[in-house]
């Protein structure tokens, strides 16, 4: 491949070496560790899982591609994050067929339709995962306890279920191997229908046995932190909805500390982290002001929370990112920032601080001749006489 | 041979699938996406409607010389309720499960915009036996667009049709689609269906005078 030595273009004249495919690479780097901890705890069949689920969003994407009317190609690792992302926000037991399922609904309603990489309003993920939880409300809180022996060797029943059928009970499984049902229950639903708050170390880890909890807080904190340092997510985002989660939370548990539980165990335990940090931060649709995404991630923080406490569901992180998520638009118009330089013109009488969101004038570049602001006009009501 | 019969024929399929109230007009969306829980409810649903059309479009046709402009909307609200009522009563003599499941959908077909539509449009500018050709059309149209909403919301909501189990005991009912989220994601699936045959039917008509040109 030749180069030109000259290449005339119109600004930016500086980029950096950053493509989305980049990105995206390095996000599904930074989702392998995860994944393998995830296998680690839950052996075949959350290998399974993450295959099936994958390779539904993978075939979906294809097929899309392929009718010409999508931003963006396969080989740009897009439709890989959705599905490890979706992967992981499942059950590990949940069947093969529902994952497929899930997979397929992700990439054609939350990505597709709306015209691929870029566009989407939701995060494709969650849209799938919103789909089958409205769709098969019993087999996505079915959750079995992790480091089971003979993990590695033998599927979880309800994993094998035949496309369209009922899964097989897990209970009934957990029960010959002589293990009661609560160890199958999250440590989000334990405390909500039985009050049993789980230990502290136990949560960040997630290396205790028996228990049903998601990938590792901790091992989700240390690749998110890389995904921050080299730039290629904004670390505003999973630090608001931390903050803005542990602040709702603590303020609630000092209020009444033997209602709620402490800001600790809200932080670690369900999803709250693995959506802060990989679901939350997706670059399409999450404001892109700095000041916006203080705002977008304090409300999933707040949401989450309120979402945890006050409705039936144990878990609320989903519903909070994909509200937040309608809500981004909206919150990038009103924290949109004063141009360099207009601030101060302006600012003689009053500084004009809500720009209009789609085309500013002041951000065209001053080259473009057509650049001029548009001016109100105000046309007279009553006809001339 | 008389132009009479394409005419008429013309006339039918126009409501069934040229002007499909459901696909291609997207009218009468309240009954599309509230009572196609089932096959069988969208199947009594369309023949109600079906009904009151082509008698309402039948007798506005008739006395379409005798009334006067200005109060002709409500002489068609008069004329469309007298055959909701009785539609209305025979459902609830045939079966009461049956009018328990249409509920208010049933007496709301007076207000149905495909019947106004209809009358205001059709059936006030024409002779009876045409109006009355056309409502059918139409009727029928409606009629298929609520069963093809049904039938999957019931193949996937209950794993049956029309009340038949089809893949035995062990079914896992998808919940969504017996929810009001599932009727917009089955009219949207069928509506991005039948767009994406239009635009084939003009893609191929396009290269077909393309080639014709070239010869």
């Known amino acids: 491949m030749t180069q030109p030595l000259i290449e005339i273009r119109s600004a930016p004249h500086v980029q950096a070496a950053k493509t989305v495919e980049t990105i995206m690479r390095n996000v599904v780097y930074s989702l392998l560790p995860i994944c393998a901890f995830y296998v680690f705890q839950y052996g075949i069949s959350a290998l399974a899982s993450i295959a099936v689920v994958t390779g539904a969003c993978l075939a979906t994407e294809r097929f899309f591609v392929g009718t010409g009317t999508q931003a963006g190609r396969l080989s740009d690792y897009s439709a890989v994050i959705t599905g490890l992302l979706l992967a992981l926000t499942l059950p590990p037991g949940f069947p093969l067929w529902m994952g497929a399922v899930a997979g397929i609904v992700a990439i054609a309603l939350g990505k597709a339709l709306f015209g691929g990489i870029g566009f989407n309003v939701f995060n494709p993920a969650l849209v799938g995962r919103a789909f089958v939880q409205a769709a098969f409300p019993t087999a996505i809180a079915t959750y079995t306890p992790s480091f089971l022996p003979g993990r590695f060797t033998e599927f979880i029943p309800s994993t094998l279920a035949w496309p369209l059928m009922i899964p097989a009970d897990a209970a009934v499984w957990l029960k010959a191997k002589h293990l009661d049902a609560l160890a199958g229950a999250t440590p989000l639903a334990k405390w909500k229908f039985d009050g049993v708050l789980a230990n502290a170390d136990e949560l960040l880890t997630s290396l205790s046995g028996h228990m049903a909890v998601g990938p590792s807080p901790l091992l989700i904190l240390v690749c998110g932190a890389y995904l921050a340092a080299r730039r290629f997510m904004d670390w505003r985002i999973p630090l608001a909805v931390l903050g803005s989660a542990a602040l709702t939370a603590w303020l609630l548990f000092a209020f009444d500390p033997a209602r709620y539980p402490n800001p600790f165990f809200m932080l670690f335990s369900g999803g709250l982290i693995l959506g802060a940090v990989y679901m939350a931060t997706d670059m399409a649709t999450s404001p892109v002001t700095p000041k916006g995404m203080w705002v977008y991630g304090a409300l999933i923080g707040l949401l989450t929370v309120v979402i945890r406490y006050y409705s039936g569901l144990p878990e609320g992180v989903m519903y909070a990112i994909l509200i937040a998520n309608a809500a981004s638009p909206l919150i990038e118009k009103i924290t949109q920032p004063v141009p360099f330089g207009r601030g101060a013109i302006l600012g003689m009488d009053r500084v004009k601080k809500r720009a209009s969101y789609p085309l500013n004038p002041g951000y065209i570049s001053r080259e473009e001749a057509s650049a001029v602001t548009p001016k109100k006009r105000f046309l007279p009501n009553k006809p001339k006489k | ?215």
Not at chain 2, 7 to 29: A, C, H, K, S, Y
Not at chain 2, 35 to 45: D, F, P, R
Not at chain 2, 96 to 108: C, P, R, S, T
Not at chain 2, 148 to 165: I, P
Request: charged share 10%.
């Open chain 2, 1 to 215: 041979m008389s132009t009479a019969a394409p005419q008429t024929w013309d006339e039918f399929m126009e409501g069934v699938w040229r002007q499909n109230p459901v696909f291609v007009m997207v009218l009468g969306m309240c009954p599309t996406l509230a009572v196609t829980v089932s096959a069988i409810n969208a199947l009594s649903m369309g023949a109600a409607t079906l009904f009151v059309l082509v008698c309402s479009c039948g007798l506005v046709s008739l006395m379409r010389a005798v009334t006067p402009k200005e109060v002709r909307i409500a002489v068609y609200i008069v004329i469309i309720a007298t055959f909701v009522t009785a539609v209305d009563y025979a459902i609830q003599a045939i079966s009461l499960a049956l009018y328990d499941a249409l509920g208010a959908f049933i007496q709301l077909i007076v207000v149905n915009c495909i019947i106004l539509g209809r009358a205001e449009a059709h059936a006030s500018k024409n002779t009876p036996l045409p109006a009355m050709i056309n409502a059918a059309g139409m009727g029928v149209g409606f009629t298929l667009g609520l069963l093809a909403l049904g039938v999957v919301r019931e193949v996937l909501g209950a794993g049956s049709l029309f009340g038949v189990a089809l893949f035995g005991a062990g079914f896992q009912p998808w919940v969504i689609m017996v929810l009001p989220p599932g009727g917009f994601f089955v009219l949207g699936a069928w509506l991005l269906f039948f767009a994406w045959l239009e635009r084939r039917k003009l893609r191929r008509a396009a290269s077909l005078t393309e080639a014709g040109q070239h010869v």
